[in-house]
């Protein structure tokens, strides 16, 4: 059993570093909601239909602000309201994928000023860490959080084996304060074997630093209090199992959070392709996902 996913979401809350993460865990237990709705729908009034009928079901609405045709600033303001009012937090799948310096202008400027209204977004790791330090350089003192695609949903995609694994030892390397998690398939962050012996011995390499961390930055193992934990937010999920006819493939709610202990499903068409009753099929994923996880914490 991995460490994390015998902790309740308020355990985790209590104890994260990260406003954004801290804010989501409280969330989801307040709301006894670990489901996410992404709403990829294109004008803005379809998406604050659609955050008004399932916001109060959700933790989070996680959003695609480039394929909305009308955006303005004043929508990601209505936006923010109804993310206070609704409780839910505002994830902005931007999946930023270049150099440092550009990305910390693509987050920071242009016609969306992502990090001036998105409590999360995410990144490829594909550049580097630099991609990091660029997004941490304008989020973290706005108190946003990170995610870094360390696998992916669709069919025959790269994002596997050994990029996985240097994916999870980017963000550990980044240390705690920015990269709060994982867009996964899988609890990818099994403790690596130095964090093991560490948490045992109470030292890394036999230099005898007590609790310091495996890289110097804060971010091992150093005891309970100073336990790493990492959202997996978890996309292709529908109620059975299946795909699209562009490589998408999905598994169920029960799948994703109790057979591979991730925390959040994130559901589109699932919810926002039934017309006239988003409402009642949220309450659905909800409650599935919701029955999965207290399934996990009792076993
Ligand atoms: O690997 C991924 C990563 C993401 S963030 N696979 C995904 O499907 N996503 C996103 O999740 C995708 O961009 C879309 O917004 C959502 C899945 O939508 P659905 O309609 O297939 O549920």
Known sequence: MHP???????????????PTARRLLEIMERKKSNLAVSVDV?????VLDIVRSVGTKVCCVKTHCDIIQDFTLDFAKELVRLSQQMDFIIFEDRKFADIGNTVTLQYSAGLHRI?????????????GP????????????????LLLLAEMSSKDNLATGQYTTEAVQMARQAGRGFVVGFIAMNRVDIPSPVSKIQ??????????????SVNGNGNGYGGDKEMEDYLILTPGVQLS????????????????????????IIVGRGIYAVKGKEAEVAEEYRKAAWEAYERRLRC
């Open 4 to 18: 994390t996913t015998i902790k309740t979401y308020a355990e985790r809350a209590k104890l994260h570093p990260n």
């Open 42 to 46: 294109t004008t803005v009034k379809e």
């Open 115 to 127: 990090s001036s209204w998105a409590d999360l977004t995410n990144a490829h790791p594909l550049p």
């Open 130 to 145: 630099g991609i990091i330090s660029g997004l941490s350089s304008v989020g973290q003192p706005l108190g946003r959080g």
């Open 199 to 212: 948490k045992v011995n109470g030292m890394v390499n036999g230099h005898g630093h007590g609790n310091a």
């Open 241 to 264: 199992k299946g795909g699209d006819t562009l490589g998408q493939q999905y598994r169920t709610p029960h799948q994703v959070i109790f057979d591979s202990g991730c925390d959040v």
